[in-house]
């Protein structure tokens, strides 16, 4: 599903499109982050300490209305005042820095004084400063002090910039920033992926920035003609699919030249006696004018020497032009620069800060122009002085990992203020981890890092750099001997990594993970995690006190981490069970075997290899005498896998729980039903004496409520848990009737755990409940009501079963839970609970004789959530391609939609086959092909992984475009280009032998030929995804699947790091290859790591979505602002959930009338979209269909059209012309060009779309009708009525079908065929005057109507769903109401009692993407 937020209902929070941008194929769910979203401590411990003394939930009395349900105004009111504690109003100060005049700065309280020094070094006119300090009437200011804790700092106050004298640090730092500063506008770094610099082409569609440009000069009344022809490549049915218009040259670019070299000296450190006059370094320039010279860093600035190159004279020259800013010595002396560097910083200023700012993570592009390689003393520097993170701006020299990851989770939560802190250095470190553990990755596989255990073999060695300890994906010490080997220990690390991810999000307080990245380079997948403190001095044996680190031999088990594992164990679904040690003693675990707990020296208790954290999957570990469920084994389960470390998703788990509880729910009601058919015959009068019951809940339970509703869902389930509750409270109670009468909804499985109140104690449950916030409903956007006949009746049972047992003493509804239990495999007998036992099927794993029953439950589960796997969600994830809920667009997205669902990527094959046997094969076409392509490429990818591993560094290149040759071009027998010298690759050969992980034999590559890759890609499909493909070479799989060569480009380099130059490829060349080994430009290493979230960010965006499906814009509208600040308060400027936030504001704007605002923050969301995510991926794609429909309302045609050809060559290129989303563009398109009259361009598109329409939606669907319409208006306008008429009775008829003529649409529809065929007769009648007088014919003047700007938007907004299309008899509202209605929200503002009066429904006029 391409982020559609907008469309998700608010009762299901964890499709949203949060969790969709996540990169690569890993959505660390955004289920796992709503636990907390509305509990007091982020997470649920805090909770569960409080709960204890009874009226926990009551101490905090604002914080415990914030829990309270999202709906209650209460709740909302209370976070918003909470939040503005933290935006406390900004004040103005002026600032006086040397020879500028004082200018006005708007600060916050809240912000440190450092701020203000990078605002300073940002701004143009102050930009060459770094060395400063900040006065305040003659005093300094402290750096990290916050403003308002500075005594006099008030409105008004001036603030002085003073010199400060240099030291070495400064004086580098120094030069650092003017390097950047003339490199600003260069985008080599967004090329090579350094620094978190990314690409962004928005502003070259834009013409810079979107304020006035692009709008229609009025010419006289006449208005001026815009060019509007695309490009060839653009318009519809064109075959053709160039790469150069993927990156288009930026004129910007090319940087007016400021200085030709600026380097570090070769006189440098200064020798003793220099430095006691003040030396602290020296440089050597060459300015335009070619003129050398050696600059002397001193404490005092920096002035001109006698040096030369060869002669060594430190003196100052005369004049020595003594400046303390380098830019102001080189503005003395070279005019050239003085000139330049001032256009250089307008241009720079001028920029969209979006374009500049960092990303929290390293984005890389899969194709680069060719650059030119400028000298460059910081990055030479950076390369050669061991770097280690940053540490010249950090004291103590390299960073301690481990202590900054813990010490972050160690933050207080108990207030929004802290947690926002907390989430913030959370974010932070983790960003930064992932940066440096990539690095040091990187350095580890070519070579430059030392082992820590250098004697032996390559495979085995380990390493440790800056504080991160690295591994290689290889079995070493047969460790994995029993699980499948290497694959196992290649597979290992991820499932770690989720591990990792699922505890994070659980945030239990004193249980500490590692910190894990897992990057893939260079066919090598190296893991890097942060290092427990003092593990490297003690063998493992003695430091593991808890689990086993020999699969389950041993087993030692701790009482502290039984406790903290505990706490994970319901939101992870995690069970309690004891196994056999090697004394046949029986131990307790509340987690895998593998799982081992270590205390470190700093007394934290660590968790790691959490790689069997979620169950194994049945499907793929065939286990001796265990048979699977038919539905299974008819699908050729369970197969053979590669390792046996095969599990299920977390997504999996929670859906298959969701799924029984409805179950359950279902049979309590049916055996309900009976009893009460029974008793009704013996006795009436019970109810009437037990019902008080009702109204008197037990009092200290309401502690629950606030709790229980951490889940931020406004749920739409609430009749469904409504009743749930009852059910299962029979036996408790009635408890949680307070959930009730409180008035807030929780999911079902959190209801469900607050049942289990009364049978175990209060304290504890409370507190998992609440960590349980992460079961929302994984029906994504079904809701769940619907797959439930009688739920109704269910509900009132229900209730009349808690009425008629007050107590819950009734041993018949006892039995009634009991028997459902059973039917759905829950833990517990007097309630529903179902977890998991992970150490199921593990080989070497024993358990007690007495859990034998226990055992048998467990394995049933397994058997059956592998079966709902095949069973239930594969089904569903093509029901909703079908209806185009989900549009995956290419691999990514496929993926994404995959794991939503909880599918592993190893059921594609399956997947596959289902949708080649659905019968409306034709209308999956696009998901079916999008599906082979991702199977192609991940066999290619597979393959390509073992092919690099044994190529040494000097043939990288001839390797990588000798595998894009015989996996890509038509060309049959590629030969490999050896590297020319066969003497130096022996000579080195010898020497990195033992270095290079790998080694072997490094020219077999060579050997590849074409056929055999792709026999090999046929037999991989097979063997791993048990899909046979019939295609030997790349012709045929084009041929046979209608794959695109450039997109299959696409996905191999994105997956295997491969970045080319980009230029035409002639794919086709019978004759020669097409790659070369100069077209490989680089390789990127693949990146997995934890994700943070902003939980209390996330929860507002929630709410603020749920007013706006309930038609509370403005409210909305404010929620979602506050959302944006929070989310800039944890992540920064940059990042995915940050778009999702402004693309809906923008949309919320534009439907409020405020078109100028949707533009500004709808262009925010595009260039954070291309930064963030990629120039083009599918989100980015959409992004730019909305800025484009935005522009168009703003009256800015050509830059509308613009950006509509733009997203049309990205969808070309990421999915082909054969998509349903295309037709939604090409409406666009087509639109757009009817509006300026360019009627057979726009034919061209409309035609198109309306092919596509009736291909995925079926020929009868209201799309097709609508798409007919549209084409009759061109027609018309074409004055060809007969063609006009043919399109709209086809039309027509679609609307009398499907809605009855009663309809409007039906009756419009009708009206226009009336006037098209008036028009049509004019016509003919003035065409016939004329035959038969000849030139004196009295000619009637016809009406040829150009389109009005007004009629195009509406159509625009019809079709991208901005005005939802009212279908159903009771919302015949006018569309033109749509427009009054909303001028009179704006002016009433509240919309709250408009709402009552005008009733706006969900699938009446909302903004929902259609």
Same mark, same amino acid.
């Given at each position: ?694 109204? =008197? *809940?037990?009092?200290?339970? $309401?502690?629950? %409520?606030?709790?229980?509703? &951490?889940?931020?869902?406004? !749920?739409? #389930?609430? /009749? ?14 009635? =408890? *949680?009737?307070?959930?009730? $009468?409180?008035? %807030?909804?929780?999911?079902? &499985?959190?209801?469900?755990? !607050?049942? #289990?109140? /009364? ?652």
């Amino acid at each position: 599903m391409v982020s559609k937020t907008d469309e998700i209902p608010a009762s299901v929070p964890n499709c949203n499109a949060v969790d969709l941008a996540e990169e690569g194929g890993e959505t660390p769910d955004s289920k796992e982050t709503t636990t907390s979203v509305k509990d007091p401590c982020a997470c649920g411990h805090g909770a569960d300490t409080a709960v204890m003394n009874g009226n926990g939930a009551q101490e905090d009395e604002a914080e415990s209305k914030q829990d309270g349900g999202g709906d209650t105004d209460g709740g909302d009111e209370s976070n918003e005042q909470e939040v503005i504690v933290i935006q406390d109003t900004g004040f103005t100060v002026k600032i006086q820095a040397p020879g500028t005049e004082p200018f006005d700065l708007q600060v916050s309280p809240q912000e440190m004084v450092q701020e203000i020094h990078q605002v300073l070094m940002d701004r143009e006119d102050t930009c060459h400063r770094t060395c400063f300090s900040l006065q305040l009437d003659g005093n300094v200011l402290d750096n990290f002090a916050e403003l308002k804790s500075i005594e006099g700092l008030q409105e008004g106050s001036l603030l002085k910039v003073v010199e400060e004298p240099y030291t070495v640090r400064e004086a580098r730092i120094h030069v650092r920033h003017i390097r950047d500063l003339l490199k600003s506008l260069d985008p080599s770094d967004s090329y090579n992926g350094v620094d978190c610099n990314s690409l962004s082409f928005l502003s070259l569609f834009t013409d810079g920035d979107l304020g006035d440009s692009g709008k229609r000069k009025k010419k006289g009344s006449e208005l001026e003609q815009i060019d509007c022809t695309p490009p060839e490549h653009i318009l519809p049915g064109s075959k053709d699919r160039p790469l150069v218009p993927l990156q288009p040259q930026n004129k910007d670019w090319k940087p007016t030249l400021c200085l030709k070299v600026l380097t570090m000296s070769g006189w440098n450190p200064p020798p003793g006696n220099r430095k006691m006059h003040g030396d602290l370094m020296y440089l050597y320039m060459v300015t335009v004018e070619e003129r050398h010279i050696s600059i002397t860093a001193s404490t005092r600035g920096f002035y001109l020497n006698q040096s030369t190159t060869y002669t060594f004279n430190p003196k100052p020259a005369n004049p020595s032009f003594l400046s303390h800013s380098l830019v102001e010595l080189l503005s003395q002396v070279s005019p050239a620069f003085k000139k330049n560097f001032t256009a250089l910083q307008k241009k720079r200023v001028q920029r969209h800060p979006f374009e500049r700012i960092a990303t929290p993570f390293q984005v890389y592009s899969w194709t680069a122009p060719q650059m030119d390689h400028a000298m460059d003393c910081v990055r030479a520097e950076d390369a050669y002085t061991s770097r280690l993170g940053y540490e010249e701006h950090i004291p103590g020299q390299t960073r301690d990992w481990n202590e900054e990851l813990q010490t972050t989770r160690e933050l207080a939560r108990k207030n929004l203020p802290e947690r926002l802190l907390r989430e913030r250095a959370i974010f932070k470190v983790h960003s930064d981890f992932a940066a440096a553990a990539t690095r040091g990755a990187m350095a580890v596989i070519d070579g430059n890092v030392m082992a820590i255990n250098p004697g032996e073999e390559t495979r085995m060695q380990m390493f440790i750099w800056n504080n991160i300890f690295f591994s290689l994906g290889f079995d070493v010490r047969d460790h994995y001997r029993e699980l499948g080997g290497d694959a196992a220990a290649h597979a290992a690390p991820t499932n770690d990594l989720n591990g990792v991810r699922a505890y994070g999000a659980v945030d239990v307080e004193g249980l500490y993970t590692l910190g894990t990245v897992v990057v893939d380079y260079r066919g090598y997948r190296v893991t890097a995690q942060s290092i427990i403190p003092g593990i490297l001095e003690r063998e493992q044996e003695q430091s593991v006190i808890y689990g086993s680190i020999d699969f389950g031999k041993t087993v030692v088990s701790h009482t502290k981490y039984l406790e903290l594992l505990e706490k994970t164990s319901r939101p992870l679904k995690v069970q309690k069970h004891s196994v056999l040690n090697e004394k046949d003693e029986s131990v307790e675990l509340c987690s895998s075997v593998e799982c081992k707990g270590i205390i470190g020296n700093d007394g934290r208790h660590y968790i790691l290899d959490l790689l069997r954290t979620f169950p194994p999957d049945l499907n793929f570990l065939p286990v001796e005498g265990e048979d699977v469920a038919p539905e299974c084994v008819r699908q050729g389960f369970p197969r053979q896998h590669r390792h046996r470390l095969a599990c299920l998703r977390q997504d999996l788990i929670e859906a298959f729980v969701e799924h029984r509880y409805l179950l359950f729910m279902k049979m309590a009601a049916l055996q309900l039903m009976q009893q009460k058919a029974n008793k009704e015959n013996k006795v009436a009068a019970l109810t009437e004496t037990s019902s008080p019951a009702l109204e =008197a *809940p037990p009092a200290p339970l $309401l502690t629950d %409520t606030p709790e229980s509703s &951490t889940d931020s869902s406004e !749920t739409s #389930t609430e /009749t469904l848990t409504e009743s749930n509750a009852d059910a299962t409270a029979a036996p408790t109670e009635a =408890a *949680p009737k307070t959930a009730q $009468l409180d008035g %807030t909804h929780t999911t079902p &499985t959190q209801e469900a755990a !607050t049942t #289990t109140t /009364t049978t175990n104690g209060p304290s504890e449950p409370v507190a998992t409940a609440t960590q349980n916030g992460e079961c929302e409903s994984p029906l994504e956007g079904k809701e769940p009501e619907d797959s439930i006949p009688g739920l109704a009746q269910a509900k009132e049972l229900a209730e009349s079963l808690v009425a008629e047992d007050g107590s819950g003493i009734d041993p018949k509804s006892r039995e009634v839970v009991l028997n459902a239990c059973k039917a759905v495999g829950s833990i517990s007998n007097t309630s529903f609970d179902i977890r998991f036992n992970p150490d199921i099927f593990s080989p070497g794993v024993r358990f007690p004789d007495d859990s034998v029953e226990d055992i048998q439950k467990q394995k049933q589960l397994l058997k059956d959530a592998a079966a709902f796997l095949v069973s239930c969600q594969i089904p569903s994830l093509v029901k909703d391609c079908l209806d185009h809920s989900a549009l995956p667009m290419d691999g990514a997205t496929l993926t994404e939609a995959l794991h939503q669902r909880g599918i592993n990527i190893r059921y594609l094959g399956n997947v596959l086959e289902f949708v080649d046997k659905t019968p409306a094969k034709a209308q999956l076409e696009h998901f079916y092909r999008i599906g082979i392509s991702e199977l192609i490429t991940r066999c290619a990818k597979h393959f390509f992984k073992t092919y690099l591993q044994g190529v040494e560094l000097s043939a990288l290149s001839a390797a990588v475009s000798h595998f894009l040759n015989c996996f890509l071009s038509s060309f049959a027998d590629a030969v490999a280009h050896l590297p020319t010298d066969e003497l130096v690759s022996r000579r080195k050969n010898r020497k990195r032998k033992n270095r290079v992980p790998g080694g072997g034999d490094n020219t077999a590559w060579a050997s590849l030929t074409p056929s055999e890759l792709w026999k090999s890609i046929v037999s991989e499909a097979q063997s791993y995804y048990h899909f046979t493909l019939y295609c030997e070479s790349v012709d045929l799989a084009v041929e046979k699947y209608g794959l695109q060569k450039i997109t299959l480009l696409r996905e191999i380099s994105i997956k295997a790091g491969i970045q080319i130059l980009i230029k035409e490829y002639n794919f086709d060349s019978r004759h020669k290859p097409a790659f070369t080994e100069e077209d490989i430009l680089n390789i990127f290493p693949v990146v997995k790591h934890v994700n943070p979230k902003a939980s209390d960010a996330f929860h507002f965006f929630q709410s603020g979505q749920a007013k706006v499906q309930q038609g509370f814009l403005k409210e909305g509208c404010e929620l979602i602002n506050e959302a944006l600040n929070l989310f800039n308060n944890v992540y920064g400027a940059m990042h995915v959930e940050i778009c999702a936030c402004l693309r809906l504001l923008a949309r919320l704007n534009y439907i409020m009338g405020d078109h100028a605002e949707a533009l500004s923050n709808q262009q925010k969301a595009v260039l954070m979209s291309e930064r963030v995510l990629g120039i083009e991926h599918p989100n980015t794609i959409q992004e730019y269909m909305h800025l484009a429909l935005y522009c168009f309302a703003n009256g800015q045609l050509s830059t509308a059209l613009k950006l509509l050809y733009r997203a049309r060559y990205l969808m070309l290129m990421v999915s082909g012309e054969d998509h349903p989303e295309m037709a939604l563009l090409d409406s666009n398109i087509g639109l757009v060009l009817h509006g300026v009259m360019e009627y057979d361009l726009s034919l061209r598109f409309l035609e198109n779309a309306l092919a596509i329409n009736s291909k995925y939606h079926g020929p009868r669907s209201l799309k097709v009708a609508l798409s007919h319409h549209l084409v009759a208006r061109v027609y018309e306008s074409k004055a060809e009525f007969r063609s006009a008429l043919q399109h709209e009775k086809e039309g027509y008829t679609i609307y009398k079908n499907q809605v009855g003529e009663a309809h409007e649409k039906t009756k419009e529809s009708s009206e226009y065929l009336k006037y098209l065929t008036q028009q049509a007769v004019a016509l003919q009648r003035t065409m016939n005057e004329i035959y038969k007088n000849g030139s004196n014919a009295s000619i009637m003047p016809l009406k040829f109507t150009a389109p009005s700007m007004a009629s195009v938007l509406e159509q625009l907004n019809i079709i991208n769903g901005i005005i939802f299309i009212p279908l159903s008899q009771k919302d015949l509202e006018n569309l033109k109401a749509e427009v009054q209605r909303r001028q009179q929200l704006q002016e009433a503002g509240r919309s709250d009692e408009l709402a009552e009066h005008s009733p706006l429904e969900l699938e009446d006029k909302i903004p929902i993407d259609d």
